[in-house]
């Protein structure tokens, strides 16, 4: 089972993850974090920095990994989930240790060596301590689509269409979204210490709604959250419906 916080508002949702991220930072210094892309989490990226500024929260001894990159992506490019981080995060905090999946296209014959390098650094690192999710509109989380398995591992994926289209937008049409992603795997995501899930607004109550109360599978990747010990899901009061 998962606990599930209701905050009134996205303000409210984004303040609630932030304390349990400073609170994991302020007890453990060199804690691994797991990061998620997408527009629901900018808000709690925007209250890291302003702790950071304001209260001095201190992320020189923190560790992030992200869950995910576009493929074939460069790490330059404005649509890179690196440049992403970059922008929304990391420019303004002192976090020195921080990963993306490579996606570049050059890397493509050494792919699977790159993912297995991305999961060794995770374990190097001591295994991420808090694991911040997103859930696309098809229940994946990171970049796993329905039909991942949950011993699923960090790989090459192929992206589904709604997921390319809801995507479109920012690349100035579906045509330019790349059609494959790295994502860590579901297997990998679940060794996270704690998972919080993050959903706001009212696209996202009926995918919420199927991720609490449909059977848990891997068409329904999101679902397999339900299967950790130690994972929340905070909504806003419109994505829970
Ligand atoms: C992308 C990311 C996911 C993210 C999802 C939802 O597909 N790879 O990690 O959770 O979008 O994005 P948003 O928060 O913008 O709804």
Redesign the pocket.
């Known amino acids: 089972t998962v606990g599930v916080f209701v905050a009134s508002d996205y303000s409210a949702l984004c303040a609630q993850v932030a304390d349990r991220i400073d609170a994991l930072v302020r007890s453990k210094p060199d804690a691994v974090l797991g990061l998620?892309?997408?527009?629901?989490?900018?808000g709690v990226y925007a209250e890291l920095v302003k702790r950071h500024r304001e209260e001095g929260l201190d992320f020189s001894r923190v560790t992030c990994f992200n869950?995910?990159e576009y493929y074939p992506m460069s790490p330059k490019s404005l649509h890179s989930?690196r440049q992403f981080m970059s922008l929304n995060l990391f420019d303004y905090l002192n976090c020195k240790h921080w990963s993306v999946p490579d996606g570049r296209p050059s890397t493509f014959p050494q792919i699977e060596t790159l993912c297995r390098d991305y999961e060794d650094a995770i374990r190097d690192s001591g295994g991420i301590d808090l694991q911040l999710?997103?859930?696309?509109?098809t229940g994946?989380?990171?970049?796993n689509e329905p039909g991942s398995s949950v011993h699923s591992r960090t790989r090459l994926v192929t992206?589904a269409d709604v997921?390319r289209q809801?995507?479109a937008p920012g690349f100035g049409g579906l045509k330019n979204v790349p059609t494959q992603?790295i994502?860590m795997g579901v297997g990998t995501i679940l060794e996270a210490r704690q998972i919080v899930m993050?959903?706001?607004?009212a696209?996202?109550a009926d995918i919420v709604r199927r991720v609490m109360t449909e059977d848990i599978s891997a068409q329904l990747p999101a679902s397999f959250v339900r299967l950790h010990e130690n994972a929340v899901l905070c909504l806003d009061q419109a994505a829970n419906g």
């Open positions: 998620a892309t997408g527009a629901t989490p900018l869950l995910d989930y999710l997103g859930v696309g509109r994946h989380m990171g970049f992206l997921t809801d995507a992603a994502t993050m959903a706001s607004g696209a996202k």
